[in-house]
């Protein structure tokens, strides 16, 4: 809460500091798609707060089409954006347009999601992907108590989208926490797949989560075996999970790990459907990526945090990662209806 309020207060002292010298300039945001909760959310912070500090604000989601994304920011690009902030589709594939941004000397920010393979990309904006993956992993460390627990454990694993980037750091996140108890036997696969391309889900959907669990539950555990946990990478992805488990599976309900609280995944939290869900204040990062895009246009010095992680297979890119931490039912209300992130009524 602490760090929420200190970087929302420091993107609202720039907005003041900045407002006067704003007007004129545009600021294109790049969204992905609307079908996942957290890139509205995402868009809806940046556009309130870049406008509330005198920004033309461009923001257009891309419906999860590549060719729409690259069409898009083009066009912001001839539409004169100063400057760019994008949350890639698939991190690969905007080479045109960043070319194009740069000879046209216009700075990008690449949003929580890296923009591979170009040196067109200024900074990068993000948590830190790698310790999600750290506290998913060691959530189910310590409820499974591994360092004590005789086991075996059953374990299955659900990770992001192959095309994402940070999708492989929250993976290897977590399986460096759990891969020692993995070759011990004391966490056993027992569909045999471990290896990310093996457990990958493109386009982090719903129902192609749900699909490869509702195969793994009736090859392996249709007999009332029990999977004791599911690692997931984020909660679309444990949504088709949970959907699999209520209609294929007779065993005791494991623990399950998410990422983003998403508002349905919060309820299947409060109702003991999932465990837990790393919480990434998205109005934490939007105001971070505010008070960058006031400090590139004023010709200040960029807050970064990270200049070695990072590498797009071009460059490094010089980053700001804020902390991810993690919600359950016994502290979602004071992380997400205390700080305003959620009402009550939201999640009834």
């Known amino acids: 809460m602490k760090n929420v309020l200190a970087i929302v207060l420091c993107a609202l002292l720039l907005i003041v500091s900045v407002g006067a010298m704003a007007d004129g300039q545009k600021v294109g945001v790049s969204m992905p798609t609307k079908d996942l909760q957290r890139w509205n959310q995402d868009g809806e912070n940046m556009q309130k707060l870049l406008e509330a500090a005198g920004y033309t604000v461009d923001l257009q989601y891309a419906s999860n089409d590549v060719q729409t994304q690259l069409s898009q920011i083009e066009n912001m690009i001839s539409e004169g954006a100063d400057v760019l902030v994008i949350a890639a589709i698939e991190g690969s594939s905007l080479g045109e347009a960043l070319t194009m941004a740069k000879d046209e000397s216009i700075p990008v920010i690449a949003y929580d999601r890296l923009l591979m393979e170009s040196d067109a990309v200024s900074y990068y904006a993000t948590f830190d992907n790698y310790m ?166 004023s010709g200040e010095t960029v807050d970064v945090n990270d200049t070695e992680t990072y590498n797009n297979n071009v460059i490094v890119v010089p980053s700001f990662l804020c902390e991810p931490v993690f919600a359950d039912a016994n502290n979602y209300k004071a992380l997400l209806i205390d700080s305003g992130y959620y009402t009550e009524d939201q999640l009834k």
């Not at 999977?227 to 005791?252: H, M």
């Not at 998403?262 to 837990?276: E, H, L, P, Y």
């Open 132 to 297: 999600v993956g750290t506290v998913q992993g060691t959530y189910i460390k310590e409820q499974l108590d591994l360092e004590n627990a005789a086991g075996p454990f059953n374990l299955e694993i659900t990770a992001g989208d192959p095309g994402d980037n940070n999708a492989g750091y929250f993976y290897q996140g977590a399986i460096d926490v759990l891969k020692p108890y993995i070759d011990a036997g004391k966490l056993v696969v027992k569909s045999g797949q471990v290896a990310f391309d093996d457990v990958a889900t493109p386009t982090w959907a719903t129902e192609t989560a749900q699909t490869r669990a509702e195969n793994i539950l009736s090859s392996f555990y249709a007999d009332g075996t029990n999977v004791d946990v599911w690692l997931c990478s984020n909660d679309s992805t444990a949504l088709g999970v949970e959907n699999a488990l209520a209609a294929n599976y007779t065993g005791t309900y494991p623990i399950i790990t998410g990422q983003d609280c998403d508002i349905a995944n919060t309820k299947n939290m409060i109702a003991g459907k999932q465990s837990m869900s790393v919480f990434k204040d998205t109005r934490t990062l939007a105001a971070q990526v505010v008070k960058m895009v006031g400090q590139i246009l």
